[in-house]
Nanobody, 123 residues
Framework: VQLQASGGGLVQAGGSLRLSCVAY????????IGWFRQAPGKERERVSC????????NYADSVKGRFTISRDNANRTVYLQMNSLKPEDTAIYSC?????????????????WGQGTQVTVSS
């Protein structure tokens, strides 16, 4: 199970980015996916997640209304659309997968992790 996050970069406050989490060597059909971020000196934070069936999503309070998670199983990709970015969104963003949870909920833990992508929001 291999995951790769991409799409990060440098953007001004108020701008947008779309992150992609691509699965290599396996189908996403049976995995819930979570997006996480970690800023320097801070603990890792779950930003969002989508259930295996895609019918349940969760967002951290800090990103509600600004970020949207979506999945495209045919292309083995989960997206995180990030709008109205703020300097406090600056972090390394990573995605993770889990196949041991019920299909209609977001898991509490994740077994598979990918490398992250840096997001930097300037003020």
């Amino acid at each position: 199970v291999q995951l790769q996050a991409s799409g990060g970069g440098l953007v001004q406050a108020g701008g947008s980015l779309r992150l992609s989490c691509v699965a290599y060597g396996f189908s996403l059909d049976y995995y819930a996916i979570g997006w996480f971020r970690q800023a320097p000196g801070k603990e890792r934070e779950r930003v969002s997640c989508v259930s295996i069936r895609g019918d349940s999503t969760n967002y951290a309070d800090s990103v509600k209304g600004r970020f949207t998670i979506s999945r495209d199983n045919a292309n083995r990709t989960v997206y995180l659309q990030m709008n109205s970015l703020k300097p406090e969104d600056t972090a390394i963003y990573s995605c993770a997968a889990d196949d041991k949870t019920r299909p209609n909920v977001c898991p509490r833990t994740y077994d598979y992790w990918g490398q992250g992508t840096q997001v930097t929001v300037s003020s």
